[in-house]
């Protein structure tokens, strides 16, 4: 009999649920129920919400020493628990055992620690000229994360949010919510002062829409679809709230005629199938110079066969499911799409299932040549393993068909020449690129143009995502004499200074 679990995390403890409703959480890998868990209402979310007020000013005032201080607990209460962590991704996301411990978990650890001494390092305070300009919580955090790679991406908000000083309430993806228990047991451990972080389950439907609308919630940070993002900004618009959107992408790795082509595919290949293909950041479009399209596709098929599909639980295995059925239908649906509408060839691969896994929401790595840029595979986020290899005869065509869609996440670009990439690369409408295989820099900006999203995360820009500005016009010492409208103001003003002024 799977767990039944019925509470939330509200104000320090473990809250019962008014929910009648169930969420079932599935292993994708199985088809098995792994448990059930509340499907929260807006009632939670009122609680939560409340909870993180009532404890803001106090967390807010609290010294950035003892903030920092309290938050390095909650990262070794979080190493403490890595392997638990990597058990409970490889059973909801799929992820494979390997994959979920050295990735998953290794690289939110990092994340964790750098959020924690990025905030230790900063100058919330500065002095700019007679003013002190200081840097202040905005207020309680709404951080709403996804099921892809979900500890990663809810440790790349939350521990900024309460590094800045922001009291927090976190949904999780009601897909995923089980690594966010653990989390949760993981800051319960640390002894944060109650009310400064909260956790609600439930579905974006009712607990999202409830924390983005509550008028005690000051910033809502989302990670997500395009279409959950339209959403939230709508709503938030309502209040003038501080709202983050990091969305969808459909990247695109660039390799220039003078680039190694072996080693740019295989590396475009390993990043595509990374979490069988589900990650925002995926390279899923390829672009190859036409003359040497047939053997870029040759070497992708050969990349893609050395990859073993199977359970996650399993050492060997390199691809696990993917997340759920509706994901399943949802990628194998664009792949046939791929298929029929013409504009493109399905040379590996396919909508049917991989050899021996009739259980479990398995795909097939599948490879698309000759695509053309508008077609749906080349222009909509499959989040699926799907590459789809788009020809093109020059640099300039190259690039006009790289920032050809509605996104700009994340791209790469390859050459023999690296002041060549580097140059190619400022001409990405894209937040991120990889030159020649830059890794990836948790002290840069991440986020997107376009419709991939609003605002950036990581490093300093990801903690001041949950600040405010403040400035304080000083004194500027005895004979000082403040000039500008407030002086005009004790003056006696002719009526047209005054009009002058008003304007």
Sequence with gaps: MPPRYTDQWIGGAWVPSEADGRLVVTDPATERALATVPAGTARDADLAARAAAAAFDGWAATPLRERTALLRRVVEAMEVRAERFAEVITAEVGAPARMARHTHVGLSLGMAAHCVETAASYAFEERVG???????????AACITPWNTPLLLTVQKILPALAAGCTVVHKPSEITPLHARLLAEAIAEADLPPGVFNMVVGTG????????????????????????????????????????LELGGKNASLVLDDAELAPAVAATVDQMLFNT????????????????????VELAIRAMD??????????????GPLVSAAAHARVTGYIRRGAEEGGARLVHGGPDRPDGLDTGYYVRPTVFADVDPLTTIAQEEIFGPVLSVIPYDDEEQAVRIVNGTRYGLHGAVW????????????????????????QFNPAAPFGGFKQSGIGRECGTAGLESFLETKSMQLPQGEGGQVVGPRLRATEAARPADTERNHG
């Design 130 to 140: 007679h003013s002190l300009v200081v840097r202040e919580a905005a207020g309680v």
């Design 277 to 296: 293909g589900q990650t925002c950041l995926q390279w899923s479009r390829l672009l190859v110079p036409r003359e040497r399209q047939d053997e870029a």
């Design 205 to 244: 439907d009712t607990v999202g829409t409830a924390l983005v609308t509550h008028p005690l919630v000051d910033v809502v940070s989302l990670t997500g679809s395009t279409r959950a993002g339209r959403d939230v900004a709508a709503l938030g618009a309502d209040r003038i709230k501080r709202v983050h």
């Design 415 to 438: 050459s023999g020449d690296d002041a060549r990439a580097e140059q190619t690369a400022r001409r990405f409408r894209s937040g991120l690129v990889d030159v020649n295989g830059g």
């Design 306 to 319: 050395g990859y073993v599909t199977g359970d996650p639980r399993d050492p060997a295995t390199d691809l």
